[in-house]
């Protein structure tokens, strides 16, 4: 199973930017589907982003679609997350996931078999 640890996340005022990365460990991730998801206190986690194993074929929730661009390097066994013009309900813990259906742009969270252990993204108005 491949391991996932997120950094990047902080603190920034609402229209500034930020990148997540998503570093895997023990496997390669270049079979792996990867997405993006965010949880915010007392809500549910929601999809953010996804990209399949190629890097081709991307897919976005519409609440940050045209604002954050997932990306990935797979020589690197790394994913990104660029978040640009960011406003105070993109505030959440966002989670890297894996999926084994590298050609799936899956939504949903039971589709990922693997997660990491999330980074905080906090955007002030």
């Known amino acids: 199973q491949v391991q996932l640890v997120e950094s990047g996340g902080g603190l920034v005022q609402a229209g500034g930017s930020l990148r997540l990365s998503c570093a895997a460990s023990?496997?390669?991730?270049?079979?792996?589907?990867m997405a993006w998801f965010r949880q915010a206190p007392g809500k549910e986690r929601e999809f953010v982003a996804a990209?399949?194993?190629?890097?081709?074929?991307?897919t976005y929730a519409d609440s940050v679609k045209g604002r954050f661009t997932i990306s990935r390097d797979n020589a690197k066994n790394t994913v990104y997350l660029q978040m640009n013009s960011l406003k105070p309900e993109d505030t959440a813990v966002y989670y890297c996931?894996?999926?084994?259906?590298?050609?799936?742009?899956?939504?949903?969270?039971?589709?990922?078999?693997?997660w990491g252990q999330g980074t905080q993204v906090t955007v002030s108005s």
């Open positions: 996931a894996a999926s084994h259906l590298g050609m799936t742009l899956g939504v949903r969270p039971f589709e990922y078999g693997s």
């Open positions: 990209v399949i194993m190629n890097g081709i074929s991307t």
């Open positions: 023990g496997r390669t991730i270049s079979s792996y589907a």
